[in-house]
T-cell receptor, first 115, second 111 residues
Framework: DAGVIQSPRHEVTEMGQEVTLRCKPI?????LFWYRQTMMRGLELLIY????????DSGMPEDRFSAKMPNASFSTLKIQPSEPRDSAVYFC?????????????FGPGTRLTVL | RKEVEQDPGPFNVPEGATVAFNCTYS??????FFWYRQDCRKEPKLLMS???SGNEDGRFTAQLNRASQYISLLIRDSKLSDSATYLC????????????FGRGTSLIVHP
């Protein structure tokens, strides 16, 4: 089993540029999550999807962030325009749909640096 | 009060020591509890679920105290390879069982 796949693994960009992060969840998992992790704030949930539908995006910091899940095997997180304070590790995770058992499987993360 | 709180540490212990971490949670209706492990520059990975009666997996023991709203993780006979950050995770029905992560407790096991 390939696990959750994320790309790119590292991204260095300049302030103002658009950044697109990609995620392929584990096949058969109904839930997909996007997290951001920094030393200052820890692991923050940005948004999650259930069966490709966004359920809660209250963690998305501002309108510069958007996420889509066009099908069960692919999701993107876009930042436009990017700012230095967006520098962080972005994790995608997926979870099977068993009620009360939200064990999550994380991808390796994308380390984003905005200069 | 934060939903899930952990002592960030670091806990610095010698090989072979026994070390315990606690994690408190604020929602008394919480129903699912987990410990995840995160190595430096890696993703979090499930270490073990925490059951009401307590459970053990080799050198690791997890316990739940619903009355005081905390969970604990005990590591016996610490190994160098146990050095990592341990994340406490709680999920509640009010949040559609979506897990809430603590900030993590850092463990350093030295020779």
């Amino acid at each position: 089993d390939a696990g959750v796949i994320q790309s790119p693994r590292h991204e260095v960009t300049e302030m103002g540029q658009e950044v697109t992060l990609r995620c392929k969840p584990i096949s058969g998992h109904d839930y997909l999550f996007w997290y951001r992790q920094t030393m200052m704030r820890g692991l923050e949930l940005l948004i999650y999807f259930n069966n490709n539908v966004p359920i809660d995006d209250s963690g998305m910091p501002e309108d510069r962030f958007s996420a889509k899940m066009p099908n069960a095997s692919f999701s993107t997180l876009k930042i436009q325009p990017s700012e230095p304070r967006d520098s962080a590790v972005y994790f995608c995770a997926s979870s099977p749909g068993t009620s009360g058992s939200r064990v999550q499987f994380f991808g390796p993360g994308t380390r984003l640096t905005v200069l | 009060r934060k939903e899930v709180e952990q002592d960030p540490g670091p806990f610095n212990v010698p090989e072979g020591a026994t070390v315990a971490f606690n994690c408190t949670y604020s929602n008394s209706a919480s129903q699912s509890f987990f410990w995840y492990r995160q190595d430096c520059r890696k993703e979090p990975k499930l270490l073990m679920s925490v059951y009401s009666s307590g459970n053990e997996d080799g050198r690791f023991t997890a316990q739940l105290n619903r009355a005081s709203q905390y969970i604990s993780l005990l590591i016996r006979d610490s190994k160098l390879s146990d050095s990592a950050t341990y994340l406490c995770v709680v999920s509640s029905p009010g949040g559609s069982y979506i897990p809430t992560f603590g900030r993590g407790t850092s463990l350093i096991v030295h020779p």
